[in-house]
């Protein structure tokens, strides 16, 4: 059974109809517009074709056009590592909502701030949490 969450290095953070994600191994950010923010909202998703399907519900005449958008950026999530398929770890699923008007979907990729992200310590840091270090007196 698929279980599609996001990527341990990716920090994402859903504002309206945008979802800025970070990849924090490779510096890159990335802004999901449009209805395509409801896929992040979806992780994670045991059948991402069900969740494109719930969000396009009520687009009538734009219904097909935002199914094949959200599909595009669904493979993009995919091919860039944002977004990966992961054993089921029993986890509740996200929330899909269906879109109440069609707004245009898009991906867009960013390097202007890669040295930047790479700089930022807090890659490093495991689910752990950081290190402690003992103190000395």
């Known amino acids: ?3 599609f969450t996001l990527n341990q290095q990716v920090a994402a953070e859903v504002f309206e109809d945008e979802c800025i994600i970070a ?3 490779s510096g890159l950010y990335y802004s999901v517009q449009g209805i395509a923010a ?18 396009c519900a009520l ?8 199914i ?13 590592q944002l977004v990966v398929d992961r054993a ?13 008007e069609y707004k245009h979907s898009e991906l ?6 890669q040295d930047l992200l790479l700089l930022d310590p807090i890659h490093d840091v495991d ?8 103190q000395t007196t």
């Open 1 to 3: 059974m698929h279980h």
């Open 127 to 134: 689910e752990d949490g950081w290190e402690l270090r003992e």
């Open 59 to 66: 687009l009538g005449e734009h219904r097909a056009t935002a």
């Open 23 to 25: 990849n924090l191994d």
């Open 88 to 100: 089921s770890s029993g986890a509740a699923l996200g929330v899909v909502t269906a879109a109440k």
């Open 68 to 80: 094949a958008e959200l599909s595009s950026i669904w493979q993009e999530l995919i091919s860039e």
């Open 38 to 55: 409801g896929l992040i909202q979806a992780l994670p998703c045991a059948d991402p074709d069900a969740a494109i399907a719930t969000i």
């Open 108 to 113: 867009n990729r960013y390097a202007d701030m």
